[in-house]
């Protein structure tokens, strides 16, 4: 599939369709809009709530290893299923959520390309009825940290890791913090030093969300200089736009060296000490 590193990790909005009443098939929705899923959604989907699911309900970060083995189990996902993750936005949490069931080490996990949008402009079917799934008993891997970076490795990799800030260039410039309707989290505005504004937009085609083919995404990201030979990383507000640029340069190019800062500016912006910069 337009030659991707990794072509099984889409799916198209056909073969969701086609499968989503397989037994060892699950779909998920997640969306930055919590209500979407309510008002109409893919036939046997399981709907989840990026802010008390994916976000440990205490500490900022991603479920720990037992709040995540509930989760799938919960939702009657086992360790052998193929889960299909879609969502709003073109598939921001979607990739998130993808992101967050890698690190737990999930074999076969995929997104559906155009995530709803493509969906409801080909005006397939949205259902309002929820499943009731039977639970399972799922069971984690330690979280592979090769996918993640935190704070105190971001500071000390500058100079060295090729640093890609995926928000919009207002944010990077610090004109604004958050995308508009979304709340202020940060204390500060501007971009991480040496970091290449690549907006995330700009991996995915304006017509129907989907990605944007490999050659389209290689050349974008070597114009400045992001590259498969390079340490990178990825950042966004709160870590769910750079999941997708995440996806787009580890899954979709198969560049090996690839983490996401999941920090990103709404933890980079408020820390004492650290150095900002704007144009």
Known sequence: MANYAKPDVLVDTDWAAGHSGDAKVKLVEVDVDTAAYRQGHVKGAIGWNWTSQLEDQLRR????????????????????????????????????????????????????????????????????????????????????????????????????????????????????????????????????????????????????????????????????GITADKDIVAYCRIGERSSHTWFALHELLGYPKVKNYDGSWTEWGSMIGVPIEKP
């Open 61 to 224: 970060d991603i479920p720990d290893q037992a709040a995540w083995e509930k989760l799938l189990s919960e939702s009657g996902i086992s360790n052998d299923d193929t889960i299909v993750f879609y969502g709003d936005n073109n598939n921001w949490f979607a990739c998130f959520a993808y992101w967050v069931a890698k690190m737990y080490g999930h074999g076969n996990a995929r997104i559906m390309n155009g995530g709803r949008k493509k969906w409801e402009l080909e005006k397939r079917e949205l259902v309002t009825d929820e499943p009731k799934p039977t639970p399972a008993q799922y069971k984690a891997k330690a979280p592979d940290l090769s996918l993640r970076a935190l704070q105190s490795e971001v500071q000390q990799s500058l100079g060295k890791a090729a640093l890609v800030d995926v928000r919009s260039p207002q944010e990077f410039t610090g004109e604004v913090l958050a995308p508009p309707g979304l709340s202020e989290t940060a204390q500060r505005g501007g971009h991480i030093p040496g970091a290449k504004n690549i907006p995330w937009l700009q991996a995915v085609n304006d017509t129907d969300g989907t990605f944007k083919s490999a050659d389209e995404l290689k050349a974008r990201y070597e114009k400045d």
